[in-house]
């Protein structure tokens, strides 16, 4: 095999498809005339043909859970974020119970707030209500949180 | 799929754990199989691989985001790889090459396309014994066959992988070649 070191080095060449063109035509004119060459070309590329056939191992099915459980901790916030990221619907929720618990709160708190039905003719000092003299009212007068101090005349529709 | 990866890893900077997780998937099973290929032990593969991706995950700051990313998580896997080659006992290979049930356990797993049992148990034996002879094969030489031949990588992407120079890289993909061609000849 000595003499054909050339040729085993074109042989290299050709598998690594790296091979000028010039020594691939040497390569092939000396295959043809040697049997010796030929078995031996063919041996390699047998070689790498069983080689490339092991390929296509699968990792263990619980490798990934595995690698993630020997994670170091990561930060709390980017815990929190990511939650809210993937539960969109969750988030909306909480963000409905907080608005609608304010919104409770605040008509709760309307109550305690002084008012007084529309009505012309009626004259409001501060927290009181006066119909003044010699007016005459339609329809009820609702004062809440406040007083009423009536001079003229409050007539039921 | 670069795009994908950039992304993840931009999340994992971020300190999003799970991003991670989807790395994972994506390139397990190569990484498992360049340690397996590399140490012919499935428990001990699986140790390694994992510790490969534990490993990107702790340095990932030092992850050059213009550089391809499997290049520099098979350079983790290979360089623990061959750190435990290099730490082992040599009679410990002659035990990897004799345990054939783990060839068993292993080939299991292969999605199987064959229909019949017989030719099942055939290819599972050839399969172990090609095992057999890349175990063989010198720690230099096994690297760049497993890269080249099993992972079908580039001789450039292989020199970035082991930080040779490409010319060094095809020397030894000829020597590993030849010693391979000596060694399956009579299969």
């Known amino acids: 095999m000595n003499c054909h070191e050339e040729i085993i080095e074109y042989m290299h060449d050709y598998l690594d498809e ?14 043809h005339d040697c049997a010796e060459c030929r078995d031996y070309f063919h041996e390699m590329k047998k070689a790498v043909a069983l080689v490339q056939s092991t390929s296509h191992i699968k990792a263990p099915d619980d490798f990934t859970a ?41 008509t709760y708190n309307q109550d305690e707030h002084f008012s ?19 007016e005459t009212i339609k329809g009820n007068v609702v004062v809440q949180n406040g007083n009423i101090q009536i001079d003229g005349e409050v007539e039921e529709m | 799929m670069d795009a994908l990866i950039k992304e993840r890893i931009n999340q994992v900077l971020k300190g999003d754990h799970n991003a991670f997780g989807e ?13 397996f290929r590399m ?10 691989a994992q510790e490969a991706f534990v490993r990107a995950y702790v340095n990932i700051r030092s992850f050059n985001i213009t550089m391809k990313f499997s290049t520099w998580l098979y350079r983790i896997a290979t360089n623990l790889c061959i750190d435990r080659l290099r730490k082992k006992k ?9 345990a054939g049930t783990e060839g068993l356990n292993m080939y299991s797993q292969i999605a199987s396309d064959m229909a019949k049992p017989e030719e099942e148990v055939e290819s599972l034996e050839l399969q172990e014994t090609i095992q057999v002879e890349i175990m063989k ?15 079908e990588l580039s001789l450039k992407e292989i020199s ?15 020597r590993g070649r030849e010693a391979l061609r000596k060694q399956l000849r009579h299969l």
């Open chain 1, 18 to 31: 790296d091979i000028k063109p010039e020594h691939k035509e040497v390569l092939r004119k000396h295959l």
């Open chain 2, 39 to 48: 140490l012919g032990n499935r428990q001990e593969a699986e140790d390694l």
């Open chain 2, 23 to 35: 790395i994972v998937e994506i390139y397990k099973d190569k990484v498992f199989q360049i340690c």
């Open chain 1, 66 to 106: 595995k690698v993630m459980a020997q994670l170091p901790k990561e930060t709390k916030t980017t815990g929190a974020k990511r939650w809210f990221k993937s539960h969109p619907f969750m988030t909306a929720a909480a963000m409905f119970i907080i608005l609608m618990t304010g919104s409770v709160f605040s």
């Open chain 2, 160 to 174: 970035e992988i082991l930080d040779l120079p490409v010319g060094t890289v095809k020397t030894r993909i000829h």
């Open chain 2, 90 to 98: 040599p009679d410990y290979y002659l035990d990897a090459e004799v």
């Open chain 1, 116 to 134: 007084v039905s529309k009505q012309p003719n009626l004259v409001v000092e501060g927290e009181t209500v006066i119909v003044p003299e010699g």
């Open chain 2, 137 to 151: 094969l010198p720690e230099k030489y096994r690297s760049v066959i497993v890269l080249k031949y099993i992972e």
